[in-house]
């Protein structure tokens, strides 16, 4: 009874103080202001990727191409819509050294791949496979595709240099090719807060994809090249066999074979 009188009598002399009242609310500003620095130290900084998400919802759609579901691209529309510059720009902008931690750095960069892929098709449109961009001496994989803190980058690169020896082989279930046998392109951002979920999703719905993720055939069971290109990047999981039964029910006594023929026709038109 005591401590609930005081505590109604100090609320009511901050109500009827002007003085105290401010204080009060100095206090509060003051508090938040910390609040926010201690929370930007220790999450970091990432870019704005309000207009990505945009472009994603407005130009990526599911459809099922020469048998293959897929989100299909609309990069005719896509092309000529001055947004994705925008996007590019915010990558290319962005001050990597903000980037705190694993999860910031793998969102950032499996976001660039996908923007840079995007944008490596968009530049040589029209294009029926993104392998059309480069040559028989020059790869695609090897050719400029922007800037990355002030560097030129390639798309090897960001996913040989960068993304692989951080040790994730779910990257490789996110980062897209521009290609109908790849990953889909996620209708989203990747982000740091949830990245684990997001990757985690990502790599489910690519093996439950029996055009070309896994199928089961008989006594054996069938699944993208993928796993044969990056095989050593999976030991991490305990090899491919160990990381696909940890996601998906499958028998345990069928053998594993890579090789789902791989589609490189392009993600859209």
């Known amino acids: 009874m005591t401590e609930r009188t005081l505590s109604g009598s100090f609320k009511s002399v901050y109500d009827k103080d002007p003085i105290l009242n401010n204080m009060n609310k100095v206090t509060a500003s003051i508090f938040f202001i910390l609040f926010s620095i201690q929370f930007s130290s220790v999450f970091g900084q990432s870019p704005d990727y309000t207009e990505y998400n945009l472009i994603l919802n407005k130009y990526v759609s599911p459809q099922i191409k020469s048998g293959i579901p897929v989100n299909w691209v609309d990069y005719t529309a896509l092309s000529k819509d001055i947004s994705f510059n925008k996007i590019v720009k915010t990558i290319e902008a962005f001050p990597v050294d903000q980037l705190d931690g694993e999860a910031e750095t793998l969102s950032f ?19 029926k496979s993104i392998k059309d961009a480069g040559s028989w001496l020059k790869p695609v994989w090897d ?21 692989r020896p951080m040790g994730e082989p779910r990257i490789h279930l996110a980062i897209v090719c521009a290609s109908l046998s790849c990953p889909d392109l996620r209708p989203e ?31 054996v069971i069938h699944v993208s090249k993928i796993f044969d290109w990056f095989e050593e990047d999976f030991s991490s999981y305990g090899g491919v066999a160990s990381f696909i039964h940890g996601l998906i029910d499958i028998p345990s006594d069928l053998s594993i074979k890579t090789d789902i023929e791989y589609n490189w026709s392009l993600n859209g038109q």
């Open 109 to 127: 960069y499996i976001n660039a791949y996908n923007i840079f892929a995007i944008k490596m098709v968009i530049d040589h449109w029209p294009l």
């Open 143 to 163: 050719k400029p595709v922007g800037m990355i803190n002030g560097k030129e980058v390639t798309l090897g690169m960001i996913e040989h240099e960068i993304l």
């Open 189 to 219: 951002a990747y982000r740091a807060d949830v990245l684990h979920e997001q990757l985690q999703e990502q790599a489910i719905q690519f093996l439950k994809n029996q055009a070309k993720g896994l199928k089961v055939d008989n006594s």
